[in-house]
């Protein structure tokens, strides 16, 4: 471009490695980052835009890249070429994309300046450059909005990148703040061909190229726009980028055309480079711009045209019905059967009437409707499996068993009883075959026995912590002078206070040990409580699978104990349930509290029935 005063011409790429910063930039040259390309680290669609796809959720790419640009930084006066400030660049870059979820994905670009070069302008005042340093390092959050891969019309993504301040000034690569990046980009997978687009913005500090009264260039704000048509497949792809840029601050507009080459090594590797020329005199457009790079990452995932989504063996891009299973043999659509008989259209000689194989497809007589031909069935008139030669199957009690295998062909029963009736003769709802008192009604805790009061104070033994010494109900069958810290009840040992651990740890503290023998007391002395389950719950506060470990360890700590103190261990088991059932509403401070205890269920060989 040109002007009355001096002015300057920039353009430059992202770059990779690492260099130590400096903090004073070229004299006569303000300090801001010359580099204007931005590249894609994921790969997806483009190298150097982003077109809505992510990467599979897990998927990471890694690439690094070499970078050369021509004439990125030019001084003209009175619209003629004084010279070169920067002539020639080379640029490495480390690119890193990583997926943890398959709607988000994270993305890092590292630049280093390894070699730039230029004239000598000091007649001009300007000191020439270093020839190398750390460029500006910036980082994307990238979320997708609409994937193709789930039937969706399009890929849509939106991104936040940020560019951090840590480059070399006298490199020219950093600017004096952070610069924000924020875009929204969308493509469409077209058979062979994908396109996209992107739109975004740039917003980094406003630095004059020329202070004085003339200014006439500056970086600064500005729309960035571009586009891609690539093809696919997994072989060698192309693909052509055009990318331009709407200044919002006093700095001309640029073009750039950036077409590449592609070509995968093995599943996991790929090659690839890019180059076009740049038009426009916006300061970090070079005259052109040539990449050359090698990228490491996980396998891609099939495209939509080479896979199976019906499951006939038949890939999509050749199935003709790529929803519905079909043999290849009819390129994957379903065989037409009319009536359903399992005899295709084209073999069967009645279509539209379903009939056995046996008979062409056509129906054939049978009188009782059992499935079985008149011409083979014994007995026509009446419906009967085949087994038997189409005649009835004798049930006598009609309970679904025929005689020939009912151990009670006059009583109607269950076939898990062969045949024979569920008696339960004392009604209490234990079966008499498990019922330990079955010509008396009992309880099915007790295995179908009455209750027993051997002390004669008015609590039944099963539910007595002291069933050989008279106490009060009040304090669970037990003198009063001996406090009771726990309660057994139906299905559950109740327990008056809570076992109390160290913070954080599965270590019982002593003033629990007491509430802990009383239980170990309990269960010995009452042999039909078959089981105890020793819940360990939480509230929902924290990790949740750090919360089911420490309520297991909890649940352990607490079996643990009680075996010490008497307890057969297989009448025992541990569980840690954390957050997943909870007592009580984790809305409040109480319930949250309440969750977090070591709860005790009784099982008795019959709770279940």
């Given at each position: 471009?040109?002007?009355?005063?001096?002015?300057?011409?920039?353009?430059?790429?992202?770059?990779?490695?690492?260099?130590?910063?400096?903090?004073?930039?070229?004299?006569?040259?303000?300090?801001?980052?010359?580099?204007?390309?931005?590249?894609?680290?994921?790969?997806?669609?483009?190298?150097?835009?982003?077109?809505?796809?992510?990467?599979?959720?897990?998927?990471?790419?890694?690439?690094?890249?070499?970078?050369?640009?021509?004439?990125?930084?030019?001084?003209?006066?009175?619209?003629?070429?004084?010279?070169?400030?920067?002539?020639?660049?080379?640029?490495?870059?480390?690119?890193?994309?990583?997926?943890?979820?398959?709607?988000?994905?994270?993305?890092?670009?590292?630049?280093?300046?390894?070699?730039?070069?230029?004239?000598?302008?000091?007649?001009?005042?300007?000191?020439?450059?270093?020839?190398?340093?750390?460029?500006?390092?910036?980082?994307?959050?990238?979320?997708?909005?609409?994937?193709?891969?789930?039937?969706?019309?399009?890929?849509?993504?939106?991104?936040?990148?940020?560019?951090?301040?840590?480059?070399?000034?006298?490199?020219?690569?950093?600017?004096?703040?952070?610069?924000?990046?924020?875009?929204?980009?969308?493509?469409?997978?077209?058979?062979?061909?994908?396109?996209?687009?992107?739109?975004?913005?740039?917003?980094?500090?406003?630095?004059?190229?020329?202070?004085?009264?003339?200014?006439?260039?500056?970086?600064?704000?500005?729309?960035?726009?571009?586009?891609?048509?690539?093809?696919?497949?997994?072989?060698?792809?192309?693909?052509?980028?055009?990318?331009?840029?709407?200044?919002?601050?006093?700095?001309?507009?640029?073009?750039?055309?950036?077409?590449?080459?592609?070509?995968?090594?093995?599943?996991?590797?790929?090659?690839?480079?890019?180059?076009?020329?740049?038009?426009?005199?916006?300061?970090?457009?070079?005259?052109?711009?040539?990449?050359?790079?090698?990228?490491?990452?996980?396998?891609?995932?099939?495209?939509?045209?080479?896979?199976?989504?019906?499951?006939?063996?038949?890939?999509?891009?050749?199935?003709?019905?790529?929803?519905?299973?079909?043999?290849?043999?009819?390129?994957?659509?379903?065989?037409?059967?009319?009536?359903?008989?399992?005899?295709?259209?084209?073999?069967?000689?009645?279509?539209?009437?379903?009939?056995?194989?046996?008979?062409?497809?056509?129906?054939?007589?049978?009188?009782?409707?059992?499935?079985?031909?008149?011409?083979?069935?014994?007995?026509?008139?009446?419906?009967?499996?085949?087994?038997?030669?189409?005649?009835?199957?004798?049930?006598?009690?009609?309970?679904?068993?025929?005689?020939?295998?009912?151990?009670?062909?006059?009583?109607?029963?269950?076939?898990?009883?062969?045949?024979?009736?569920?008696?339960?003769?004392?009604?209490?709802?234990?079966?008499?075959?498990?019922?330990?008192?079955?010509?008396?009604?009992?309880?099915?805790?007790?295995?179908?026995?009455?209750?027993?009061?051997?002390?004669?104070?008015?609590?039944?033994?099963?539910?007595?912590?002291?069933?050989?010494?008279?106490?009060?109900?009040?304090?669970?069958?037990?003198?009063?002078?001996?406090?009771?810290?726990?309660?057994?009840?139906?299905?559950?040992?109740?327990?008056?206070?809570?076992?109390?651990?160290?913070?954080?740890?599965?270590?019982?503290?002593?003033?629990?040990?007491?509430?802990?023998?009383?239980?170990?007391?309990?269960?010995?002395?009452?042999?039909?409580?078959?089981?105890?389950?020793?819940?360990?719950?939480?509230?929902?506060?924290?990790?949740?699978?750090?919360?089911?470990?420490?309520?297991?360890?909890?649940?352990?700590?607490?079996?643990?104990?009680?075996?010490?103190?008497?307890?057969e261990e297989t009448r025992l088991d541990a569980k840690g349930y954390g957050p997943d059932r909870p007592i009580a509403s984790n809305k409040t401070a109480k319930g949250?509290?309440?969750?977090?205890?070591?709860?005790?269920?009784?099982?008795?060989?019959?709770?279940?029935?």
């Amino acid at each position: 471009m040109s002007h009355t005063q001096p002015s300057l011409r920039l353009s430059a790429i992202a770059t990779l490695l690492f260099a130590s910063a400096a903090l004073a930039q070229p004299e006569g040259v303000p300090g801001f980052e010359l580099e204007r390309l931005e590249l894609n680290p994921d790969g997806k669609g483009s190298l150097v835009m982003g077109t809505g796809e992510l990467l599979p959720a897990g998927g990471f790419r890694l690439s690094l890249l070499g970078h050369y640009e021509k004439d990125p930084l030019v001084l003209y006066a009175d619209g003629n070429r004084v010279g070169a400030l920067v002539g020639d660049r080379v640029t490495a870059h480390l690119l890193m994309a990583w997926a943890p979820l398959r709607w988000l994905e994270l993305g890092l670009q590292v630049p280093l300046v390894v070699w730039q070069r230029g004239d000598d302008l000091s007649a001009q005042g300007l000191g020439a450059p270093a020839g190398t340093g750390l460029g500006t390092p910036s980082a994307h959050v990238r979320v997708g909005l609409a994937s193709q891969w789930r039937e969706a019309p399009v890929d849509l993504a939106v991104e936040l990148g940020v560019g951090i301040p840590v480059g070399s000034e006298d490199a020219l690569a950093r600017d004096s703040t952070f610069r924000f990046s924020p875009k929204v980009m969308v493509g469409r997978r077209f058979g062979l061909l994908r396109a996209g687009v992107e739109a975004g913005m740039l917003v980094r500090p406003k630095v004059a190229l020329i202070a004085d009264e003339n200014i006439q260039d500056e970086v600064g704000n500005e729309v960035r726009l571009g586009a891609v048509l690539a093809t696919t497949g997994r072989g060698l792809r192309g693909e052509l980028n055009v990318r331009g840029t709407i200044p919002l601050t006093a700095q001309p507009k640029s073009l750039e055309l950036l077409a590449g080459l592609r070509l995968p090594v093995g599943k996991t590797v790929e090659v690839y480079a890019l180059g076009g020329p740049g038009f426009g005199d916006t300061p970090g457009t070079p005259s052109f711009r040539v990449l050359l790079g090698v990228s490491f990452g996980s396998p891609e995932p099939l495209p939509v045209s080479e896979r199976d989504d019906d499951g006939d063996g038949v890939k999509n891009g050749e199935d003709a019905c790529p929803n519905e299973a079909g043999p290849a043999r009819n390129k994957g659509c379903p065989v037409k059967d009319t009536d359903g008989d399992g005899v295709v259209d084209s073999a069967d000689r009645c279509p539209n009437e379903p009939g056995p194989a046996s008979s062409h497809g056509c129906p054939v007589k049978d009188s009782d409707g059992d499935g079985l031909a008149d011409s083979v069935d014994k007995c026509p008139n009446e419906p009967g499996p085949a087994e038997n030669n189409g005649c009835r199957v004798k049930d006598t009690d009609g309970d679904g068993i025929e005689d020939a295998q009912d151990k009670c062909p006059k009583e109607a029963g269950p076939a898990s009883r062969q045949g024979c009736p569920v008696k339960d003769t004392d009604g209490d709802g234990v079966v008499d075959d498990r019922d330990a008192c079955p010509t008396q009604a009992g309880l099915v805790e007790l295995r179908g026995c009455p209750a027993k009061d051997t002390d004669g104070d008015g609590v039944p033994d099963h539910l007595d912590n002291c069933p050989t010494e008279k106490g009060v109900a009040s304090n669970q069958g037990c003198p009063p002078q001996q406090e009771q810290l726990v309660a057994i009840q139906k299905g559950q040992l109740e327990i008056k206070q809570s076992v109390f651990f160290a913070y954080g740890k599965a270590i019982i503290q002593p003033r629990s040990f007491k509430m802990l023998d009383q239980i170990a007391k309990v269960i010995r002395q009452h042999p039909e409580i078959d089981k105890v389950v020793i819940e360990g719950h939480s509230d929902n506060i924290g990790n949740a699978d750090a919360n089911r470990k420490l309520s297991l360890a909890r649940a352990q700590s607490v079996k643990d104990y009680l075996v010490k103190k008497g307890v057969e261990e297989t009448r025992l088991d541990a569980k840690g349930y954390g957050p997943d059932r909870p007592i009580a509403s984790n809305k409040t401070a109480k319930g949250r509290a309440a969750n977090r205890r070591v709860a005790f269920t009784i099982l008795t060989p019959d709770s279940g029935q």
